[in-house]
């Protein structure tokens, strides 16, 4: 009876576990990702109408769990894509709450009616106050295009057991604002919510506009309208917000990282408590470009540039990076008070008129990830945050958001084996040496095969024919 050498089982094991997936062979069991798409309420628009609704309870993935990415689209009821140049996508948000066990909501009108004890905000780590800028996502036009991949090893962990207060539940909200321009007598007035071309001299609340206010969200508020050309007809349009979510299980293996969103129009001065995390950080969210012409200045070089400096009140080290625009946008920046750069994010516009590619609108953002504990976040540390518009014409309403998750802590070193290389839009591994360790892996199992083949055939093959 053949023999066996402990020696080659010992070798093939290795050989086996170095040629699995990196995540299997230093994550334990394989953390598979989980993806699920859903659909939002309907809603419909007709020519120049405004859907701005917030959407309580919605479809979201449930258990203790680590996002990995949400991405969005505007669909029709055939489940057809909606270019920007037909419905404009302003925003979209997703934010998570906490109500109390058998308190229902399903609209805003429904939360201003529940007790303020059955309700608490699950937002976002900051930095804003007054539950501005709580999503845990959101983006607009940019979409399509825009990158919300989180890398491992790190997630958004949500649906913590420990994290929900007693008699309560972790629900999610969904607001859209989309616009429809079909027929619109100045489709880019339209998406900046100008309010001569919405006939709109008081906000949703009924109170009068501040004189010098010309456009922005308190013009294009839900069932809203703006101006179409006279006599331009088209059907009314049932619509979704098409949400796709993918996500792992919450174990040890995963590292949570925090969600932080700062506002190029915060109006936060430094003083002795401006470190605080309760620090008032008052953000207006929206500002107007005035046009060269309007300054007298020439189309050359003719860039709108703000930029406002902020005492971080957290440390960490920086994941993920993106900026919110709107059109007319040329990019954003984080640096350090020295100047060195550390997150930068770039619009992309389309060039044609299908759905993801439309001509004028931004129809992506750049984003950065860098490689891991290669930018750090000192708590207290002045951080100038950067954006860019052009000043060739006039804009109201626009938008300076930037987006960043943070994690506490960096992978353990056994993580760095595979080198993570990540770079504006994409997230580049280098795989070859696990490729090859598979490769020779592989091959010392055919061949271990063979040659046990041969010594069983020469030992005890003849033997056994002629039994």
């Known amino acids: ?202 906000d949703e609340y009924g109170r009068p506009l501040r004189p010098y206010y010309k456009g922005g969200l308190l013009c294009c508020y839900d069932r809203t309208q703006c101006k179409v050309k006279h006599g331009f007809e088209a059907v009314r349009r049932t619509l979704y917000l098409r949400y796709t979510v993918k996500w792992i299980d919450m174990d040890r293996f995963v590292l949570p990282v925090k969600i932080y969103i700062f506002d190029i129009t915060d109006s936060w001065k430094r003083t002795p408590s401006s470190t605080e995390i309760n620090a008032e950080h008052k953000c207006k969210i929206e500002y107007d470009i005035e046009s060269c012409d309007a300054t007298g200045l020439g189309n050359d070089g003719c860039i709108d540039t703000k930029r406002i400096s902020l005492d971080m009140p957290f440390g960490g080290y920086l994941i993920y990076g993106v900026a919110h625009q709107h059109s007319g946008g040329t990019g954003s920046a984080l640096y350090r008070e020295d100047g060195q750069l550390m997150c930068s994010s770039l619009p992309t516009y389309g060039k044609g008129e299908e759905p993801g590619n439309e001509a004028g609108y931004i129809v992506g953002m750049t984003t950065c990830y860098p490689k891991p504990g290669t930018v750090e976040i000192s708590e207290g540390e002045t951080l100038i945050l950067e954006f860019n518009y052009s000043r060739i014409r006039h804009h109201t309403g626009v938008m300076g958001l930037f987006y960043i998750l943070v994690a506490d802590d960096l992978p353990k070193p056994m993580h760095t084996l595979r080198t993570v290389v990540e770079t504006q839009d994409s997230i580049m591994v280098v795989t070859v040496l696990w490729a090859a360790v598979a490769l020779i892996g592989v091959v010392a199992v055919i061949a271990l095969a063979v040659h046990y083949q041969f010594k069983r055939e020469g030992e005890d093959g003849y033997e056994a024919i002629g039994m």
């Open 1 to 202: 009876m053949a023999s066996y050498n402990p020696g080659w089982l010992v070798l093939v094991g290795i050989l086996v576990t170095l040629s699995l997936p990196y995540s299997h062979a230093f994550w334990g069991n394989e953390n598979k990702i989980h993806t699920a798409v859903f659909l939002s309420p309907k809603f419909v628009l007709g020519p120049g109408s405004v859907e701005n609704r917030f959407y309580f309870n919605v479809d979201f993935p449930k258990g203790h769990i680590a996002l990995k990415s949400f991405d969005a689209e505007v669909i029709d009821e055939a489940g057809n894509p909606v270019p920007l140049h037909e419905t404009y996508l302003h925003h979209w948000v997703v934010v998570r709450y906490y109500v109390r066990k058998g308190v229902e909501i399903s609209k805003l009108d429904d939360l201003k009616k529940v007790n303020r004890s059955d309700y608490i905000s699950g937002g976002n780590s900051g930095i804003c106050q007054n539950g501005i800028l709580s999503q845990f996502f959101g983006l607009g036009s940019e979409t399509r295009k825009t990158s919300t991949h989180i890398p491992d090893p790190y997630g958004i962990e949500v649906g913590n057991p420990a994290e929900v207060p007693s008699g309560f539940e972790e629900q999610w909200m969904l607001n859209v604002h989309a616009i429809d321009t079909r027929g619109a007598e100045d489709k880019l007035g339209c998406t900046e919510c100008r309010c001569d071309l919405y006939n709109v001299t008081v």
